[in-house]
């Protein structure tokens, strides 16, 4: 079939779109037939860089970024030492003060290196020595959470729910079923066709069955010929986009799941609809699927016949659930309320302190605290960041451990004995937690070389 823009029917300079914008996520998806300029790169400018420097703070937790960049998104933060505020671009939470000189607020105060306070003062008398490790240090992150209700945020969803529906479907070409959804995404203007999920219990199902800070795209047909598409965001907001009142018949998948993980792994599924797949489902557990295996004290015994085993069966129930919820539900919000900001809030809490116990973020962690000509490490027992904590004594166990050269099994491995020594069933990594584990670190008097020792071991762990 000959390729044409979604947007326009146009069949010369296509481009592949990034159906997600490749700076929010690391399993890139991807669109071929959208013309180049007018709905690729205007798109970008349009709504998408607005999106993506608001939610700098979220990608940095999760260690996403953009495959072109060398480095993650900066976001503004305010740091308090002693008493002074400081305004701060980071890239990543654990390099305060590498390398740099910072400046306070109201200007009259900078921190950097001695010898470099020095230089600048010249005068070593006025130059004040800082024990970073002792200091006490606050740091505040403004999350600008109107970005979640932000026109901007409202068009990138809508181009997401499109562009996905559009390539799972094969279309070519401008359809005038779409005119609604392909007005508002060029344009920002006639009815918005996002609305946000308000029910808890849906994010907790979802939470349940994927991955922290994943991407969950869900398509399906309502009755009445409606598709709608559900977006989770991270985990941190669930939108629903109505992509058309009326679907084209050329669109024959509908239903469609698609779930895209931080390590840039993803679960996808296909077929036409609720019913054919709901009918297949359900036929494995037929009675025709079992055969007679003799008879036993007078009952019959049945078991499954052997039969091909469905990639994801897993996931079907779940879907089953939740799509019948979304049919129904006509509940959703138009934009902040009470009940989405605390599901919000709590989502949020939920990616912010849970360890992300990965190599990536292991990796990146240990480039950024241990480089080259770094001082040794001590730890600070008046701070509290509890990625970083959880972080340190990763790398801490990482060092006591006999094991010389790291992959996923041996990580594992460690981080699970050594986490369970720590927590009795669950562990949750709050205050108490916190303290407990840099306690366990700090009562050992050679933790400064045992975490040089584990970081040593993540460097050379090899990609
Ligand atoms: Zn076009």
């Not at 996002?194 to 994943?214: F, P, R, T």
């Not at 991407?215 to 939108?239: P, Q």
């Not at 077929?271 to 709901?278: C, K, M, P, T």
């Not at 730890?379 to 451990?401: C, D, E, R, W």
Request: proline content about 2%.
């Amino acid at each position: 079939m000959e390729q044409k823009c979604i947007y326009c029917g146009k069949n010369h300079d296509l481009s592949e779109s990034d159906i997600i914008p490749d700076a929010l996520t690391n399993a890139r998806i991807f669109n071929n037939n959208v013309c180049r300029i007018e709905h690729n790169n205007r798109f970008s400018d349009m709504f998408e860089s607005k999106v993506i420097e608001a939610l700098a703070f979220i990608t940095n937790e999760l260690d996403i970024k953009s495959s072109k960049g060398k480095n993650y998104a900066s976001y503004d933060a305010v740091i308090t030492i002693e008493g002074t505020d400081y305004n701060l671009k980071l890239h990543g939470d654990n390099e305060i003060f590498n390398r740099r000189v910072i400046k306070s607020s109201d200007n009259t105060q900078m921190i950097s290196s001695y010898d470099k306070a020095v230089k600048i003062a010249k005068d070593e008398s006025k130059v004040h020595p800082l024990d970073v490790n002792t200091i006490e240090l606050e740091k505040k992150v403004k999350i600008n959470n109107a970005i979640f209700f932000d026109t901007a945020m409202y068009r990138m969803l809508s181009k997401i729910a499109y562009e996905w529906y559009c390539s799972k479907n094969n279309i070519s070409g401008y359809y005038n079923e779409f005119e609604d959804i392909v007005k508002f995404i060029t344009t920002g203007t006639g009815a918005n066709p996002v609305s946000i999920i308000q029910e808890m219990e849906i994010y907790k199902m979802i939470d349940a069955e994927v991955n922290l800070g994943s991407h969950v795209l869900l398509a399906f047909e309502k009755n009445n010929g409606e598709i709608d598409v559900i977006i989770s965001l991270f985990g941190l907001l669930i939108y629903r986009v109505i992509v058309t009142k009326n679907k084209p018949n050329d669109c024959s998948n509908n239903f469609l799941y698609t779930e895209l993980r931080t390590d840039s792994s993803r679960r996808e599924l296909i077929h036409h609809s609720l019913d054919e797949v709901q009918q297949k489902f359900f036929d494995i557990l037929a009675p025709k699927n079992f055969v007679s295996a003799g008879i036993v004290n007078g009952v019959s015994i049945m078991i499954p016949k052997k039969i091909e085993p469905i990639p994801n069966a897993e996931l079907y129930p779940i879907l089953f659930n939740l799509i019948k919820y979304f049919i129904c539900a006509d509940e959703d919000a138009t934009g902040p309320n009470e009940k989405v900001n605390d599901i919000f809030l709590n989502q949020l809490k939920n990616i912010t302190q849970a360890s992300t116990l990965q190599k990536k973020s292991i990796k990146r962690f240990v480039n950024e605290i241990f480089y080259e000509g770094h001082e040794k490490i001590r730890l600070n027992p008046q701070s509290s960041n509890k990625k970083a904590t959880i972080l340190f004594y990763s790398v801490y166990l990482i060092g006591l451990s006999q094991e010389i050269c790291l992959d996923d099994r041996i990580l594992q491995k460690i981080l699970k004995e050594g986490l369970e020594c720590a927590a009795d069933a669950e562990f949750i990594v709050d205050d108490e937690m916190e303290n407990k584990l840099k306690n366990i670190m700090m009562s050992d008097k050679n933790y400064s070389d045992v975490l040089e020792k584990g970081a040593e071991k993540v460097k050379n762990w090899k990609n």
